[in-house]
């Protein structure tokens, strides 16, 4: 079993930015693939960006070049700095661990992003 809790969430003014962080409880936060993912309201849960052990990112189409996910394996942590945010970011963030068959997911965290 893995715990994940996010943090970082908020209101922002468009162009602005914001830094979520999850924590993971796991001895083996290695072995995970981390994520980050997004559900507005009336939508459907969606990826948002995902990061390997060795750092290998994955990003959707919309966040590319504004969004950047990190990880620090010491810390068990994964991050998401978010730049250039706009309303359409608007939405909760759910932080997921997922490794073979098993996946994890926090809490979630809101994003607003208005004026």
């Known amino acids: 079993q893995v715990q994940l809790v996010e943090s970082g969430g908020g209101l922002v003014q468009p162009g602005g930015s914001l830094r979520l962080s999850c924590a993971a409880s796991t001895s083996v936060f290695s072995s995970y693939v981390m994520g980050w993912y997004r559900q507005a309201p009336g939508k459907q849960r969606e990826l948002v960006a995902t990061i390997t052990y060795g750092g290998s990112s994955n990003y959707a189409d919309s966040v590319k070049g504004r969004f950047t996910i990190t990880r620090d394996n010491a810390m068990k942590r994964v991050y998401l700095q978010m730049n250039s945010l706009k309303p359409e970011d608007t939405a909760v963030y759910y932080c997921?661990?997922?490794?073979?068959?098993?996946?994890?997911w926090g809490q979630g965290t809101q994003v607003t992003v208005s004026s």
């Open positions: 997921n661990a997922r490794r073979l068959v098993s996946t994890y």
